[in-house]
């Protein structure tokens, strides 16, 4: 059984265009990496405005650690226009 499923993957797997094309794959990466960006702000973005709510010297430092996630977003459409 095993030995008639073998070649009949591989030519199905040699036929077959790619599941996702070129452009496609690249908007996933976009979207994966502003999920991924949004998902790891909302920790960032509380702790942040809770450190500035009881020191206002701390504003410099949560606005850059706030807005260190969103590089990868910036990141991930360079690479598409490189790509």
């Known amino acids: 059984m ?3 499923i073998a070649p009949l993957v591989g030519t199905v797997l040699q036929e077959s265009s790619p599941a996702i094309t070129g452009p496609g794959a690249a908007a996933l990466a976009v979207g994966l990496a502003a999920l991924g960006s949004g998902y790891a702000e909302r920790g960032i973005g509380s702790a942040a405005v809770g450190a500035i709510a009881e020191d206002d010297s701390l504003f410099g ?3 850059i650690l706030t807005v260190l996630p969103e590089t990868l977003v910036i990141l ?3 690479v598409v226009f490189v790509v």
């Open 76 to 78: 991930a459409l360079v």
């Open 61 to 63: 430092q949560g606005l």
């Open 2 to 4: 095993i030995d008639t």
